[in-house]
């Protein structure tokens, strides 16, 4: 395995625990704070620098069933970082979460987590 791929891989694992603990964070306190957006925020960054890694470290197109999986988990995350700083900025600090984008936020963690799933199950039958 290239070792860009290798890196990338550790990245999205750190990425996967970031956004978990901001995903998770704001689902069970129902609070959009400091804590979540900075979480969600560095699950989305660590989330770009690992998929750059990959796609440069990978023999294949990205154009693949866990490509489109993993491009479309990371546009439902980003809108969720999004969503959460407007939410943040505009309500200030400690701002309750509405219902609406706790049922987003947990959604847009599962599909995350199938997207994570995927690509490592594609790793580990190859």
């Known amino acids: 395995m290239n070792p860009l791929a290798i890196v990338g891989a550790f990245v999205i694992t ?3 625990l970031a956004y978990g603990i901001g995903s998770i964070s704001l689902v069970r306190f129902n609070i959009v704070g ?3 957006v900075a979480f ?3 699950g989305v960054i660590l989330d770009i620098i690992a998929i750059t ?3 440069l470290g990978s023999k294949g197109s990205p154009f693949t069933l866990h490509g489109f999986l993993g491009a479309t988990a990371f546009i439902v995350m980003l809108v ?3 969503w959460s700083w407007k939410m943040y900025i505009a309500n200030g600090r400690d701002s309750k979460a509405r219902k609406n984008h706790i049922i987003y936020t947990k959604a847009a963690y599962g599909f995350w987590v199938v997207a994570y799933l995927t690509g490592s ?3 580990i039958w190859r």
């Open 53 to 55: 890694l990959m796609i």
């Open 34 to 36: 400091r804590i979540v």
């Open 80 to 82: 969720d970082a999004i």
């Open 121 to 123: 199950l594609i790793v």
């Open 14 to 16: 750190l990425s996967f």
């Open 40 to 42: 969600l925020s560095m």
